[in-house]
């Protein structure tokens, strides 16, 4: 619990460093149609995961995360299709503890598109992801799909970086052969990320 506040307070006390470093001297021009086919960008994310609802056999269950708080780091890659369509890949590793001082780990790999909107040089990109997901938790190991929704605000810092802030949504189901046992758990990642243009 501590190691992950500590991680977040750092990653949000460097963000405005990250803003500062800038070239001041860097006079290139914005414009909302920036983006057109071909430009690519490749996004390092890094942050904090808070379980929200999990269910098994169809009712709500108490976690048994303290607090429900883990960390979350992930490598995206963007392809864009216009000025605002874009579609790419992720990875993505979580880890989050419990009350026993166990660990869950998850590995999610997927495919990604979406939406984005540039309002001067803030980008509001609206995305929905797809993949399979390795779950490790206590021994046990499950392999199953996740689907995920998110939004970000990134500030055009110049032509080849952005800073951003970033929320998604997370769903991983757990079918298993005893569908008694199935399993739906539910996750929100907050995190900050630095965007490489190219």
């Given at each position: 619990m501590h190691k992950?506040?500590?991680?977040?307070?750092?990653?949000?006390?460097?963000?405005?460093?990250l803003l500062a470093a800038q070239d001041e001297d860097n006079e290139w021009d914005y414009y909302e149609d920036l983006y057109a086919i071909?430009?690519?960008?490749?996004?390092?994310?890094?942050?904090?995961?808070?379980?929200?609802?999990?269910?098994?056999?169809?009712?709500?269950v108490k976690d048994k995360f303290v607090p429900p708080v883990g960390g979350i780091g992930s490598l995206c890659y963007n392809y864009y299709i216009n000025a605002n369509i874009f579609a790419g890949a992720e990875i993505s590793g979580i880890f989050i503890q419990t009350l026993a001082n166990n660990t869950l780990f998850m590995l999610p790999v997927g495919i990604r598109g979406g939406y984005q909107f540039n309002i001067w040089k803030i980008e509001i990109p609206v995305s929905i992801g797809i993949g399979m997901a390795l779950?490790?938790?206590?021994?046990?190991?499950?392999?199953?799909?996740?689907?995920?929704?998110?939004?970000?605000?990134?500030?055009?810092?110049n032509e080849i970086w952005?800073?951003?802030?970033?929320?998604?949504?997370?769903?991983?189901?757990?079918?298993?052969?005893?569908?008694?046992?199935?399993?739906?758990?539910?996750?929100?990642?907050?995190?900050?990320?630095?965007?490489?243009h190219f």
């Open positions: 992950a506040g500590a991680v977040l307070l750092i990653l949000l006390t460097s963000f405005p460093i071909g430009d690519q960008t490749f996004i390092i994310s890094l942050g904090t995961i808070f379980p929200t609802i999990l269910r098994i056999n169809g009712e709500t779950h490790r938790f206590n021994n046990q190991g499950h392999f199953g799909m996740y689907l995920k929704g998110g939004v970000s605000a990134f500030y055009r810092a952005s800073f951003g802030i970033n929320t998604n949504w997370y769903w991983f189901p757990q079918w298993v052969e005893d569908k008694t046992k199935n399993a739906y758990g539910n996750f929100l990642d907050l995190t900050i990320s630095a965007r490489y």
